[in-house]
């Protein structure tokens, strides 16, 4: 298969690419940033251009954006472009082809929950800049591509090691905090609630997906609290570690956990439980340091 992972130097992206390339597929990365893989790497603004390779695919995996929630929330102009326009540019590149077509969306589609476990059927009501630019790509996404093979997948807390060691989740951000500094920083009272997948499982889910078109929770079904996630790195790490509580912000979302049926119906379930996939990624960033 020739695949395309959109957003190859990332965090996910890069992960895929690996997997892909493992698998014996042929892989082009496209990206602004040099990726950590060696693939044939296209360097594009995906919000400016499509580059042919997208129309040359057999699968394209889009996961170009721009995550980080605080930055889009001070910049939504910026978000609009990476996560919307740039989704529109690659949806007109796939449209009619019979390309398949993976778009990494997110839990942040769902704003609050009116009910837990959420599942696919859950409305849309985003409560962020990028969970609205998430809920926007996926209109666009099913409104182009509404008879073509379109997989869409809701992402939920996503962590593991990053390739270059970068700290952009809670997960990582507690782990680089907690190896320099010997603290962490909660916002709010830390019983807030989220759904931590591995990224392994992730790529696996992924990879399981396409061809299958629909939309698809990727989450564990467990809801662990920031609390609770600070003590299970203080008992990986064997000591204590001071919390700087925060105010809490005002676009958080109190509680998260997916409903992973659909994905189950596929024959995927997560196999990294928290504890064993956080003493993964402590380890990489540990050596990291070391090195």
């Excluded at 997560?270 to 996939?277: A, D, I």
Aim: one cysteine or more.
């Amino acid at each position: 298969m020739r695949a395309v992972v959109t957003g190859v130097s990332g965090f996910i992206g890069s992960h895929l690419a690996r997997a892909l390339l493992e698998e014996g597929h042929e892989v082009v990365g496209i990206d602004l940033e040099e990726p950590s893989v060696e693939v044939d790497f296209v360097r594009a603004d995906l919000s400016a251009e499509a580059p042919a390779e997208l129309r040359d695919a057999d699968a394209v995996f889009h996961l170009a954006a721009l995550t980080d929630v605080e930055e889009a929330q001070r910049s939504p102009g910026r978000a609009y472009e990476h996560n919307v326009k740039a989704t529109l540019k690659v949806a007109e590149a796939v449209r009619g082809r019979g390309i398949m077509l993976v778009f990494a969306s997110s839990a942040a589609v769902y704003g609050d929950p009116l009910y837990l476990p959420i599942d696919e059927e859950h409305p849309i009501k985003p409560k962020n800049v990028y969970g609205s630019t998430k809920a926007c790509a996926e209109m666009a996404l099913k409104t182009m591509l509404k008879d073509e093979k379109l997989t869409i997948l809701r992402y939920f807390n996503v962590y593991g090691p990053h390739p270059r060691m970068k700290a952009n989740n809670v997960v990582a951000k507690f782990i680089v905090s907690a190896l320099r500094e010997g603290k962490v920083r909660v916002y709010g009272d830390g019983m807030q609630t989220r759904d931590f997948v591995y990224v392994d499982d992730v790529v696996r889910a992924t990879l399981l997906a396409l061809g299958n078109p629909g939309t698809f929770n990727v989450g564990t079904g467990r809801a662990t609290s920031v609390s609770e996630l600070v003590e299970l790195l203080e008992r990986l790490l064997g000591r204590e570690l001071a919390v700087e509580r925060l105010p809490p912000r005002p676009d958080d979302i109190r509680h998260s956990v997916a409903s992973i049926k659909k994905m189950e119906k596929l024959g995927w379930r997560p196999e990294v439980g928290l504890e064993e996939g956080l003493r993964r990624t402590l380890d990489a960033y540990a050596r990291s340091f070391i090195s």
